[in-house]
């Protein structure tokens, strides 16, 4: 692990305005919660949304106590040379780079890093529930949280990578990935040529497997899943929901009290500002040791084909029109 020291963590965030009901909740839990000092870079597209973000953090304490932070709000005027510049010569980075929004939290962070910077990029749907503090960014690798079952989807894409003999880490969520520049551009180049070609599926999950491809590439491993938890839509849970349960009342299954970070997937987003409301989320306990990295599982073929017949099988069945896809 590289020495933290006193040096500010680099935080990056891909964000439209259309995503603030909730990721204001999730930036004032950072704000509010995080012991580390830290740098945020908060990414989107038009001037028009870099001001609607300005806007919105006027009324968000960034600092409090002794703990330092600073933010900035860059659109696409502020990164197009350095998208020229960097990946001038990389047609595929700079076409998957154009493609869904989501897959720029791989991209863009490299466009502002350099050296051996610390790249910690972060989801708008996160929410720090408890004082915590990141764990240390490897010198090498990259850490991704752990989700079950899994979110490598579309299928297409998943079934290109497996033909092209690329291993996938499975179980891989996309809330938190930690790593360093410098990245093997020729290598995420040709990656993205082969899972990809022509014709990306405009799907934000395209990015999942682009991860999982990282993973099992660089090594690294799954944040502690006890400590940095994804929302998980069990049978169950789709069961409330069908039911109409209240979303803040389906969170309360939640061990909000013992988590550093609470990945918000799905539905779940939109649930938190009522849990909020309701005094759910906060517990005020402190979780600022590091916790265990869990090594990487591989994504075996004849398991994820078997899977996808399931699924078929259950989609055929009805069950995903009876309790949601």
């Known amino acids: 692990m590289a020495p933290e020291g ?38 989107t597209d038009s001037n028009d949304d870099v001001n609607s973000l300005i806007g919105a953090l006027d009324g968000l304490e960034t ?10 709000v860059l ?4 990164l197009a040379d350095l998208h020229e510049t960097k990946f001038g010569k990389f047609e595929h980075i700079r076409e998957f780079r154009r493609g869904h929004p989501c897959w720029r939290k791989i991209t863009d962070p490299i466009l502002l890093s350099e050296d051996r910077d610390e790249m910690v990029v972060l989801d708008p749907d996160l929410y720090f529930p408890n004082r915590f503090s990141f764990e240390p960014t490897a010198d090498a690798g990259v850490f991704l949280m752990w989700q079950r079952p899994s979110c490598l989807l579309p299928d297409e894409v998943v079934r290109r990578a497996i033909a092209a003999n690329i291993a996938l880490a499975h ?49 690294g491993g799954y944040l502690d899943p006890a400590s940095w938890v994804c929302w998980h839509r069990t049978q169950y849970k789709r069961l409330l929901v069908k039911l109409g349960m209240a979303g803040a009342s389906i969170l309360k299954q939640e061990a909000f009290a013992t988590m550093k970070c609470f990945h918000a997937g799905g539905e779940a987003k939109w649930w938190l500002a009522s849990a909020q409301a309701s005094g759910i989320l906060d517990s005020g306990r402190e979780f600022t040791c590091h916790s265990a990295i869990k090594p990487y599982r591989e994504l075996v073929p004849a398991k994820y084909y078997s899977l996808q017949r399931n699924r078929r099988l ?12």
């Open 75 to 78: 659109g696409e005027a502020e």
């Open 314 to 325: 259950l989609r055929k069945c009805g069950y995903y029109s009876l309790l949601g896809g």
């Open 171 to 219: 179980h891989t969520d996309i809330g938190v990935a930690q790593w360093r520049i410098p990245v093997d551009l020729d290598w995420l180049d040709w990656l993205i040529e082969k899972i990809g070609s022509s014709q990306w599926p405009h799907s934000m999950h395209v990015e999942s497997i682009v991860w999982a491809a990282l993973a099992m590439r660089l090594g």
């Open 6 to 43: 006193s040096a500010k963590r680099r935080l990056f965030m891909v964000l439209s305005p259309r995503s603030l009901p909730y990721a204001r909740l999730a930036l004032g839990s950072l704000f509010r919660n995080c012991s580390n000092d830290f740098s945020l870079s908060l990414i």
């Open 63 to 72: 600092n409090t106590g002794d703990v330092k932070r600073t933010v900035q």
